[in-house]
């Protein structure tokens, strides 16, 4: 069976959110979607200040595991147009696994959340893309078949290049059933290229 592990940081549960739709739609493809996060890097008493999101279930990932998964989807939110720094930091450590090619011809996906519709989804895209393919990974994105990318009824997230969501300037906006629909699609769409892949 195809393994998919669904790799996120959230700081607020947006990402976390949309994390748990792409796993909806991997096992809707018939795989296996694992779910698990990123270490948090910022210290426990600024996080609570900050209110944080501290108490999410995935379990925390180790940088070893990443060969054993047939697909890699990660789910970051923008720092300042870029993935976030814990994510950076995890792929930062696997530069033993970078070495034996153990990534190579995997397949590689992106998600993202912005506070603003124009706040860096396409570039924290890219920045994680660009991580993947240095390793070697497969890119897949989120095809113009989701339509619900397009719609101008609605303000929405979601480009060719990965589902996203737009959470606000305070965090208030929860992802839109739009917005998980698409990384639902996303999911599926990932479990079924890896799937192929496999042989």
């Known amino acids: 069976m195809t393994k998919v592990l669904i790799l996120y940081y959230s700081t607020y549960g947006h990402i976390e959110t949309m994390a748990y739709a792409v796993a909806e739609g991997v096992r809707q493809a018939g795989a296996e979607a694992v779910v698990k996060r990123v270490p948090e890097t910022v210290p426990r008493e600024i996080a609570e200040r900050a209110h944080f999101k501290l108490n999410q279930s995935a379990p925390v990932a180790t940088v070893e595991e990443l060969a054993e998964y047939d697909a890699i989807v990660l789910g970051v939110p923008t720092r300042f147009g870029r993935m976030a720094s814990q994510m950076t930091a995890f792929w930062d450590a696997a530069g033993a696994l970078w070495a034996k090619g153990a990534l190579v011809g995997k397949v590689g996906s992106v ?45 929405t997230g979601g480009a060719p290049y990965g589902a996203t969501t737009i959470a606000g300037g305070q965090g208030q906006r929860q992802p839109s059933e739009n917005e998980l629909a698409g990384a639902r699609f996303q999911g599926r769409h990932v479990a079924q290229i890896a799937a192929k892949l496999r042989g």
């Open 111 to 155: 998600f993202t959340s912005t506070a603003t519709q124009h706040g860096g989804q396409e570039t924290t895209l890219f920045s994680a893309i660009t991580n993947l393919m240095h390793f070697g990974l497969v890119i897949v994105g989120l095809p113009y078949s989701f339509e619900g990318q397009t719609t101008i009824e609605e303000i």
